[in-house]
T-cell receptor, first 118, second 114 residues
Framework: GAGVSQSPSNKVTEKGKDVELRCDPI?????LYWYRQSLGQGLEFLIY????????KSGLPSDRFSAERTGGSVSTLTIQRTQQEDSAVYLC????????????????FGSGTRLTVV | DQQVKQNSPSLSVQEGRISILNCDYT??????FLWYKKYPAEGPTFLIS?????DKNEDGRFTVFLNKSAKHLSLHIVPSQPGDSAVYFC?????????????FGKGTLLTVNP
């Protein structure tokens, strides 16, 4: 596609429910990232996928969070038993390659999914 | 522990004047710095970057200055235009570590008044 596509754009869920957030990266981009931005905060790294390498999950805040990337393309971020502190904008980004090249020239971000847990 | 700090939540300038956005960092391992611009309901877009081997990088109306000894960088926009009104994020990476990972500041909301 022309850009990074995320769905849904907005999600309101009840505390304790599970949610799935989807990301379609730019075609041909091998690296994919998830970040989140809580209210009044900067973007916080969650997870990084690069090709067939093991993902860097070091940013996931708890074991309620998981992500997968199928076929090296679409990624799904799953939050189980959502809590109010999970409310944030979840941003997906992709880049042609990973590593320093990606950070040197910047990732391409999607518009995000605004998650509200009530 | 905030490793990238943007201490001004907001900045307002007149069209045609200079906008200066500031950023400080604490992690001495950071050696690559980027600025992103974000409009409401959109994802951040990459604006300009600088490596720690340089102290200045210019791209059109945008210039980033890096002062390594002070662990400080700034983004200058000259002349400022109303379309520059957005949130600006400073970000940093460590090329010797997880070099794909960016650490972001909280952002500065720039408003350029016509």
């Amino acid at each position: 596609g022309a850009g990074v596509s995320q769905s849904p754009s907005n999600k309101v869920t009840e505390k304790g429910k599970d949610v799935e957030l989807r990301c379609d990266p730019i075609s041909g981009h091998t690296a994919l990232y998830w970040y989140r931005q809580s209210l009044g905060q900067g973007l916080e790294f969650l997870i990084y996928f690069q090709g067939n390498s093991a993902p860097d999950k070091s940013g996931l805040p708890s074991d309620r969070f998981s992500a997968e990337r199928t076929g090296g393309s679409v990624s799904t971020l799953t939050i189980q038993r959502t809590q109010q502190e999970d409310s944030a904008v979840y941003l997906c980004a992709s880049s042609l390659g990973g590593g320093q090249g990606a950070t040197s020239y910047g990732y391409t971000f999607g518009s995000g999914t605004r998650l509200t847990v009530v | 522990d905030q490793q990238v700090k943007q201490n001004s939540p907001s900045l307002s300038v007149q069209e045609g004047r200079i906008s200066i956005l500031n950023c400080d960092y604490t992690n001495s391992m950071f050696d690559y710095f980027l600025w992103y611009k974000k409009y409401p309901a959109e994802g951040p877009t990459f604006l300009i970057s600088i490596s720690s081997i340089k102290d200045k990088n210019e791209d059109g109306r945008f210039t980033v200055f890096l002062n390594k000894s002070a662990k400080h960088l700034s983004l200058h926009i000259v002349p400022s235009q109303p379309g520059d009104s957005a949130v600006y994020f400073c970000a940093a990476s460590d090329s010797g570590g997880s070099n794909y990972k960016l650490t972001f500041g909280k952002g500065t909301l720039l408003t350029v008044n016509p």
